[in-house]
């Protein structure tokens, strides 16, 4: 190696005022930060963000907000872009915008604020709902008009209790016929059969159970109670012939025949226990009879209510509705994505390998055998993704294609993803995301490969790893790059933006602790970020 004496430096003096002549950035600086490209390959500074804080002082009525410690922030222009809808997660309260007056509303309190999450806040829109999860509290639904309830429902309805006839006592056998103790009256439930001399028909024992599912506002199930008591009814024998003998018009002595019709019965239900506020409707089911029939739960009515109620049960087994779906409690889940009008979760607090996908638009409603486990061995999901008609599934060493959620097809081994929010597509159709040694690209062809092999000194070096799963991204959508803040090696703020351009890298320090951003979904095309101006 040359020593001092014989090594030169190469300098290049840049003209004040409008230089003639371009230089390359690659001339000039190995490292280039808070500068950008222009459309002729020259750079210029970064332009910093605007501050657009809530108002200090009440505002046409509405209290100040002061913000604590930020955790999320999200736009969605719900019902086709008329309802603009713009949400900031803050401490324990999540806020919605009131439009220009600079005011934010509390529309839900109570939340976890954690200085450090295990796992960032998403929001993902399916229809007209948007959805929120941290991986702590109960995910929540929140509509146009800033309704917010929890996501679908996370506990049982009471078991129905079903009244019907009883036993006859041995010594009352002989004056009474079969059917005619307890909740007794004549209906259409029941299974007619023919006795062996093909000429007298009979009721025939059978058996029913009751089930009720909670109905919250946006149609969502929850897991059905436990099925009721046995509501049976005896075998008994009809008698359509008339006996002869003298008629006697005060006991119609002379007809005693007895119809199939008089022996059918009808039931009562009686459902105890209110469900719980977002609840708008309880669906009542019964089984057809279990000893001729089938098991199956069907729909037998739909009750406009969620408080305690009776329910006279007069339907024939011919006229009961759809099957009842066998849904499960929605679980806390810490990872999340949309594909193809579902809500697909993982990670819950119970199993971190599992992936549930809910109904086709119905975001809180989950059915019992709707799963499946990426990894064979059960590893923990980092991330969801839906990109090019594909389902993936990141654990923090494997990618996996979920192929009609039935089989798990492993993309790489060695390879994964240990930021959620770090996923991301540029318009050329690269999914981009944070593993444990780098940033890793998709092409649409199914590609995967390292792209932060120019960066590799300052990925490794030069990040906390250890706060790298809260890590977060956005696509701009002027410059078409992939930026994503991450915190410095031995801080905890997210203070660093890595960027990609498809090409080349570059870092941002703008002295902003970014917890979140987004892109509005709008014409706007602002980039929205929460967090602290970390210079103050």
């Known amino acids: 190696m040359a020593g001092p004496a014989q090594t030169s430096t190469l300098e290049f003096v840049v003209p004040p005022g409008e230089a003639q002549v371009l230089y390359s950035p690659r001339v000039l600086a190995q490292k280039i930060q808070n500068f950008e490209l222009t459309t002729d390959g020259t750079l210029k500074s970064v332009v910093g963000p605007a501050v657009y804080e809530p108002a200090r002082l009440s505002v046409h009525g509405f209290a100040p907000i002061t913000f604590g410690t930020m955790h999320g922030v999200f736009h969605a222009g719900l019902l086709g872009g008329i309802a603009d809808t713009l949400l900031v997660r803050s401490g324990s309260t999540l806020y919605r915008h009131t439009g220009w007056d600079r005011t934010y509303e509390s529309i839900y309190t109570g939340l976890s604020d954690e200085h450090r999450p295990l796992y960032p806040d998403q929001f993902v829109v399916l229809g007209s709902t948007i959805v929120w999860t941290n991986g702590v509290d109960r995910a929540l639904s929140i509509n146009h008009d800033g309704m917010v309830t929890p ?203 599992v992936v549930m996908r809910s109904q086709v638009g119905l975001p809180g409603t989950f059915s019992k055998f709707d799963f499946i486990y990426p990894d064979s061995g059960g590893s923990e999901v980092t991330g969801l993704a839906s990109h090019a008609g594909k389902l993936l599934a990141f654990t923090e060493s494997s990618v996996y294609e979920l192929v009609d959620f039935t089989t798990p097809v492993p993309l790489a081994q060695g390879i994964g993803c240990v930021a959620p929010r770090s996923i991301k597509a540029l318009p050329s159709g690269l999914l981009i995301w944070l593993g444990r040694d780098g940033f890793y690209g998709m092409s649409p062809t199914g590609a995967i490969q390292l792209l932060s092999m120019k960066i590799d000194r300052t990925v490794r070096n030069f990040i906390n790893r250890g706060r790298a799963r809260t890590a977060v991204a956005v696509v701009d959508p002027v410059s078409t790059e992939y930026q994503c803040a991450v915190s410095p090696a031995g801080e905890s703020d997210q203070t660093l933006v890595l960027t990609f351009d498809g090409t080349s890298w570059k870092r941002q320090q703008l002295g902003i602790h970014i917890a979140d951003w987004c892109q509005t979904d709008d014409y706007r095309q602002y980039v929205i970020c929460a967090g602290k101006d970390t210079t103050k």
Not at 205 to 229: R, T
Not at 302 to 320: E, V
Request: charged content about 15%; glycine content about 8%; aromatic content about 10%.
């Open 151 to 353: 996501l679908g429902f996370d506990s049982l309805p009471p078991t129905p209790f079903g009244e019907g006839p009883q036993g006859i006592p041995p010594e009352n056998r002989a004056t009474h016929y079969a059917n005619t103790y307890g909740y007794t009256w004549p209906g259409k439930i029941g299974t007619v059969g023919d006795l062996l001399d093909g000429q007298t028909g009979a009721l025939l024992s059978g058996g029913w159970y009751y089930y009720v599912q909670w109905e919250d506002i946006f149609g969502n199930l929850s897991q059905p109670s436990a099925p009721s008591n046995l509501v049976y009814v005896n075998t008994v024998q009809s008698d359509p012939y008339e006996t002869p003998g003298v008629f006697d018009p005060l006991s119609q002595a002379a007809t005693i025949s007895t119809e199939i019709d008089d022996l059918t019965r009808q039931f009562l239900v009686r459902v105890e226990g209110d469900a719980p506020d977002h609840c708008v409707a309880m669906n009542l089911y019964r089984t057809p009879d279990v000893k001729h029939v089938d098991v199956m739960p069907r729909l037998l009515a739909r009750i406009p209510n969620n408080r305690q109620f009776f329910y006279p049960d007069n339907i024939p087994d011919s006229a009961l509705g759809p099957q009842m779906l066998d849904t499960i409690s929605v679980p806390v889940f810490r990872v999340m994505c949309t594909h193809q009008g579902c809500l697909v979760i993982a990670n819950t607090l119970e199993d971190p390998g």
